[in-house]
């Protein structure tokens, strides 16, 4: 009898071994009524250490975790994960810096290169990216794959930077102390100002309830496909920014947006200068009668407000048409949070209105079968290109209005013919790029007026580029019938 007692307690202390490694808890802070709402469904797994205003610093299991996205959420993991039980408790009480009221004015003046660049955002390349991410099985931030995912995409965006000869780019990994998994960050320097900053950034990582089957195709390879694509496009132009642009593929954001937090807090503890921060986490599922849903909570107004007027301007028709709404999203949904809790300007335009989203995410199905094409993405990178243009603005192609109208250029009978007598300087060459973005035609510029044969080249648009020299040129889109 004695002998069955003791088998029964070592079976019992072995199941409760088990069950402590499989319910890991972290400290974290998260929405004070999400907090009440997971101890009152979980009293046993969720600790709150402290309430202040709206929040509350948790101690709580992984299952908790898993708990509160499934019943409060509909993206992201609702919490940011906190160090300690000190930081966590010392989160609630730190103000974010006030962002001054003329933090920057923000404009629209580059209509040549972001109307050039949205011709050049090419939907094919954002399908192949996703697909080269969705083919790692998972990018779960725990394993040794998700270092490897990094790894693989710093030597392709330092690949792209060299194709088109970009000396002023950079790709670093940015290693955490809360994950393994480091983040990636391409930085491409400000010809004018390089210590004002302007950032697209979206997570790396992916999650499932089986973690060795996270294929993580919207959820987020689509926002880094998506930014990576409008990077590749600014580079076809040329463009030179007078800001310094990073681009940054988070570590860990699904269990607690463990990379972006600990970027941006470093970036407001040394007081960089950061303009603006925008989030693309999940950008190709199709699920509401509009494209684009901004999210008016954790964001800022003004931020959210310039995105809108870009969309008036360069979007309310044609065959760059995006249409856009407004959505909430809750606490701690995305990195966007991690920039907003630090006091930067920060938005998030998501792919649907929440609820109208991928249900599939953080699931094996979660695969880009799911959508079939990266058209809806491909939205989304036209507006990430108009983003990263107009806020950074450019140096190198920036030119006058006037020498813009003196430029006329049309296509007629298998020629393209061009007047360039209005303009007050010389033009050296003539470029033509496909609307993949591909150099089809390069010839030099004799006189102010002539022609070049386009009679081998298929039907389609197309951007003409007149050179002026290394720092000046002007683009216009022309279309070969």
Same mark, same amino acid.
């Given at each position: 009898? =004695?002998?069955l007692?003791l ?7 072995l ?13 974290a ?14 009293p ?8 202040r ?6 101690y ?7 708990y509160l996205?499934?019943?409060v959420?509909?993206h992201?993991?609702g ?7 000190e ?20 404009t629209?003046?580059?209509d ?13 390349n954002i399908e ?15 394993f ?5 995912v990094?790894?693989?995409l ?17 790709v ?5 102390? /809360?994950?393994?998994?480091p ?9 004018v100002?390089p ?6 950034g ?21 926002g ?8 590749r496009a600014?580079f076809?132009l ?7 642009i990073?681009?940054m ?11 972006s ?26 699920g ?10 954790y ?5 959210n ?9 360069? /979007?309310s ?12 999203? /809750? ?9 907003t809790?630090e ?17 599939n ?20 990178? =036209?507006?990430?290109a ?16 006037i020498l813009?109208?003196?430029?006329a ?8 013919i ?5 303009a007050s ?7 033509l ?5 591909? =150099? ?8 102010k ?14 951007v ?8 000046t040129?002007?683009?216009?889109k022309?279309?070969?019938?």
């Amino acid at each position: 009898m =004695k002998k069955l007692h003791l088998i029964t307690l070592v079976v019992l202390l072995l199941s409760f071994n088990s069950f402590a490694q499989e319910t890991k808890s972290i400290y974290a802070t998260m929405s004070l009524s999400d907090a009440l709402e997971l101890k009152k469904d979980l009293p046993d797994e969720v600790e709150i250490l402290e309430k202040r205003r709206n929040e509350a610093a948790v101690y709580f299991t992984d299952h908790a975790g898993h708990y509160l996205h499934d019943k409060v959420l509909v993206h992201g993991p609702g919490y940011i994960f906190k160090n300690s039980e000190e930081d966590a408790i010392a989160a609630l009480y730190k103000e974010a810096k006030e962002i001054p009221a003329n933090k920057m004015a923000f404009t629209i003046t580059e209509d040549v290169l972001v109307n050039a660049a949205l011709d050049l955002v090419n939907t094919q390349n954002i399908e192949d990216h996703i697909l080269e991410l969705e083919g790692y099985g998972t990018r779960y931030h725990a394993f040794p794959i998700a270092i490897d995912v990094a790894n693989d995409l710093k030597d392709k965006w330092e690949a792209m930077a060299s194709l088109y000869g970009r000396t002023d780019v950079s790709v670093r990994l940015y290693n955490h102390t /809360n994950t393994n998994m480091p983040s990636v960050i391409m930085t491409i320097e400000g010809d004018v100002t390089p210590d004002e900053f302007v950032i697209v950034g979206g997570h790396l990582d992916s999650t499932s309830w089986d973690d060795n089957d996270a294929p993580g195709a919207d959820d987020d390879a689509s926002g880094i496909a998506t930014m990576t694509e409008s990077v590749r496009a600014l580079f076809e132009l040329g463009f030179v920014p007078n800001r310094t642009i990073e681009v940054m593929a988070y570590a860990a954001e699904e269990v607690g947006l463990v990379g972006s937090a600990e970027i941006a807090e470093e970036y407001a503890d040394n007081n960089v200068d950061v303009i603006s921060v925008v989030q693309f986490d999940m950008t190709n599922y199709n699920g509401s009668a509009i494209d684009v849903s901004f999210i008016s909570d954790y964001t800022n107004g003004t931020l959210n407000s310039f995105l809108m007027e870009l969309i008036d301007h360069y /979007n309310s028709d044609g065959v760059h048409t995006i249409t856009y709404g407004t959505s909430l999203c /809750n606490y701690g949904c995305s990195d966007h949070a991690s920039w907003t809790s630090e006091g930067y300007m920060a938005a998030f335009p998501f792919e649907a209105n929440f609820g109208q989203h991928n249900s599939n995410i953080h699931s094996p199905d979660d695969t880009f079968s799911v959508s079939g094409t990266a058209d809806h993405a491909a939205k989304f990178s =036209k507006l990430c290109a108009e983003y990263l243009i107009e806020s950074a603005k450019s140096n190198v192609l920036s030119v006058d209005d006037i020498l813009v109208n003196a430029v006329a250029v049309f296509t007629q009978n298998g020629q393209l013919i061009y007047n360039l007598e209005a303009a007050s300087r010389d033009f050296t060459s003539i470029i033509l790029y496909d609307i993949q973005g591909k =150099k089809v035609l390069e010839a030099p510029i004799i006189s102010k007026t002539g022609n070049v044969s386009t009679q081998s080249f298929s039907k389609g648009v197309y951007v003409a580029t007149f050179v002026v020299d290394s720092e000046t040129s002007v683009s216009k889109k022309v279309i070969i019938k």
